[in-house]
Structures are given as structure tokens and as C-alpha cells.
């Protein structure tokens, strides 16, 4: 097993500053995902450290030795892409034996690598099977079956999910993991789809315009997004700009929400100690913290009397956008909370903790 070591990378394409001075350490049999949205330099990064891509500057490593300057098959590494690229014309033994037959292994040992691969993704049965008679997901075991038998020390995939249908890349996420767990092998995957990076990681970097903006558990990622990108881009978010209160610790005005006419949506922060530097905080507020209520709710601060806008039902859960006297909140509550589902229109009465806002940075 090795660990995966980005020192102070760069990447510029022409003027186009692909990578940015990233640094980042990939522990041994980590899972480690790369998200972010499309362009903002997932492939190029997993590109240098496969090889394919020479940075404009910095240093990689692979097990501690400098791999720099080496060239992509010197540095042992099994990749999948999304397109598969499987060979149509051989059998899925053949192309799970592949790369071993251009090391010149024995006959005999092939024959055990590829068995023990194929078993690994559970198709032994689809050996003699062309790509064409498989579907988008067998064919993608057969790619992962193929980057392993080489016994690489570390495993590269580049939004290997990506083609399949959502039920299917379900699956396919929890039997990656599955595989990567048994195997025991240093992993990264590039993806753009938060949920899957979530599901599927030890520990996940958010990538944005070429900055490496946060990286952390899904958990940290998730309750404690490092700034406003992070937050915005995993999940759901609402964001108040606030200012505190002149004669009231741990109370803020929210500037562009109004509860009534006159009133301005007061925050509690509770215990949390916000830095001083600026003027304003930016708080975000989860919409599964936020908590309804059909009756006034007792508490002043962190509540407001609202109307339903939309609403959508996603099966175990309802996404409700609601409006107060100025500005708007997304919701996602249990279904349970209606026995039928509300109307556009409904008013009710929306509170939530003080523990639940939590400040972030603007970010660049
Ligand atoms: P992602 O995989 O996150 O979608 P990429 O790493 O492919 O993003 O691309 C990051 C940025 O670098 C994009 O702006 C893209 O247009 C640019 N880029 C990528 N590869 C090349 C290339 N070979 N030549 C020029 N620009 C490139
Ligand atoms: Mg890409």
C-alpha cells in the first residue's frame, strides 16, 4: 500500500490556470475523493498523478519516492475512466488480461490474476463474454477488473459512475467501496456528484476554480464547509448575511430577511464565538434543520411566521420553499409533519437551534 503526496501542484494550459498551488496528502488505503464541478480541474489533477499530465510546477509522490518525472507505466497505477474503454473485439478474460500480457507473466499466473480479478467483481461466470453483451455496469467491472489485475499500488478512477443510470450507480458505489475495502488499496475517485463523494469516501477534497478549498471527512465537509463554495456546492444551503446587534451578545439581524414589515429576522448564535474581524458573518442554516410548526412557536429569535411557495414530495421527504415578510428559506422535513401534503399559500411557523447556524468564510 502506498500513500499519494501533491506538493504545492500547479497546472496552466496557455493562460488558463487549470490547478493552483495545490497540496495534499492521500493516506495509505485511503478512500479519497476529488469533487467539484465540471472544469474546475478534477481529471487534470488525477492526470499528473497518473502520469499523463506533466504539472507546470511542483512536486508528486507515490509511496515517498518522487514520481515527477516518471513516466505513467513506471509508476504502477491502475486507472478507469467513465467510457469504460474496454477492447470490443476480446473477451472479458482477454482484456482483464491485458496489461499482464504486455508485462510477459507466465501463462499460468495471468490465468490466477485474472481469475482472482474477475471474482473480485463477481463475474467469474462472464469470462468468455464480449463488452457488447454486458451492460454499462458489467462492462465497468470488467475496466475495474482490468486497472487491479495488475496489482497497481494505487487505483485511479475518473467518474467511473458517471454513464450508469441513478439506481444502478447506487449500487455500483457501495460495491466500489466493497472492492477497495477488501483489496485494501489507496484510492482516489474524481467525481462532480456530491452524494456519491459522501456515500462512497474516507475523505473528500473540494476542488473550485483550481483551489483545493476544503478537505475533511464527508461529515466535516458536510456540518462544517470550510466556505460559502463548499457549502453552496454540498447540498442544500440557506445563507444569512448578518450583522451583530448593537446591546445584544450572540444576536444577529439577518439583513435581507424581515419577519414583518418593520423587523428584521434576529439570529441567535447562542455560545458561538464569531470572530470579530469584519462586520458582517455569513450563517448557514441546513433546510433539515429547520424545524415547522402549525401553531406560533414560543421562542422570539430564530423563528418566523411563514407561506408555503412550492412544495415538491420526494417520496421520504417533502422540499419546501417558503417566503416570511422579505426573503425565503428551503426546507426538506420528514413527510410525516403533513398528513396530507400542504397547499401553496399555507402559512405556518418555522424555528430553529442556535447550535444549527453555523458561520463560514466567504472564500475566494
Ligand atoms: P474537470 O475534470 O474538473 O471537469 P479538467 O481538469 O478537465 O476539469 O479541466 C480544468 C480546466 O483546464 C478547464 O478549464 C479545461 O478547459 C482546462 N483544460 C483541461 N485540459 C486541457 C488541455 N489539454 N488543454 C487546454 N485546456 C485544458
Ligand atoms: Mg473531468
Not at 485474472?114 to 462472464?126: D, H, N, P, R, Y
Amino acid at each position: 500500500m502506498k500513500g499519494i503526496k501533491i506538493d504545492h501542484v500547479s497546472r496552466i494550459f496557455n493562460d488558463n490556470v487549470a490547478l493552483a498551488d495545490v497540496s495534499l496528502d492521500v493516506k495509505e488505503g485511503e478512500f479519497f475523493s476529488l469533487l467539484g464541478p465540471s472544469g474546475c480541474g478534477k481529471s487534470t489533477l488525477l492526470n499528473i498523478i497518473a502520469g499523463f499530465l506533466e504539472p507546470t510546477d511542483g512536486l508528486v509522490y507515490i509511496g515517498g519516492n518522487n514520481v515527477t518525472d516518471l513516466l505513467p507505466y513506471r509508476r504502477n497505477i491502475g486507472m478507469v475512466f467513465q467510457n469504460y474503454a474496454l477492447f470490443p473485439h476480446l473477451t472479458v478474460f482477454e482484456n482483464v488480461a491485458y496489461g499482464l500480457k504486455i508485462k510477459k507473466l507466465p501463462r499460468k499466473e495471468i490465468e490466477e490474476r485474472v481469475t482472482e480479478a474477475l471474482s473480485l467483481v463477481q463475474l467469474s461466470s462472464f469470462a468468455k463474454r464480449r463488452p457488447h453483451q454486458l451492460s454499462g455496469g458489467q462492462q465497468q467491472r470488467v475496466a475495474i477488473a482490468r486497472a487491479l489485475a495488475i496489482q497497481p499500488s494505487i487505483l485511479l478512477l475518473d467518474e467511473p459512475l458517471s454513464n450508469l443510470d441513478a439506481k444502478l450507480r447506487k449500487e455500483m458505489q457501495f460495491e466500489l467501496r466493497n472492492i477497495q475495502q477488501r483489496v485494501g488499496i489507496t484510492t482516489v475517485l474524481v467525481t462532480h456528484d456530491q452524494e456519491e463523494a459522501l456515500s462512497i469516501s474516507d475523505r473528500i477534497g473540494i476542488l473550485g476554480k483550481g483551489h483545493l478549498q476544503q478537505v475533511g471527512s464527508p461529515l466535516e465537509v458536510y456540518r462544517r464547509p470550510a466556505n460559502r463554495f463548499v457549502a453552496e456546492f454540498i447540498g442544500q444551503v440557506n445563507l444569512f448575511e448578518a450583522v451583530a446587534k448593537k446591546d445584544e451578545t450572540g444576536i444577529y439581524e439577518a439583513l435581507d430577511y424581515q419577519t414583518d414589515e418593520n423587523t428584521t429576522l434576529n439570529l441567535d448564535v447562542g455560545n458561538l464565538v464569531i470572530e470579530q474581524k469584519q462586520e458582517k458573518v455569513l450563517l448557514m442554516l441546513r433546510p433539515e434543520r429547520i424545524h415547522i410548526s402549525k401553531t406560533l412557536v414560543e421562542q422570539r429569535l430564530n423563528s418566523a411566521k411563514v407561506k408555503l411557495q412550492e412544495a415538491s414530495y420526494i417520496g421520504n421527504a417533502l422540499r419546501l420553499k417558503v417566503v416570511m415578510n422579505k426573503g425565503e428559506l428551503s426546507i426538506n422535513t420528514p413527510d410525516l409533519m403533513f398528513e396530507t401534503l400542504p397547499n401553496i399559500g399555507d402559512e405556518f411557523y418555522v424555528y430553529w437551534d442556535a447550535k444549527d447556524l453555523i458561520p463560514l468564510e466567504e472564500g475566494e
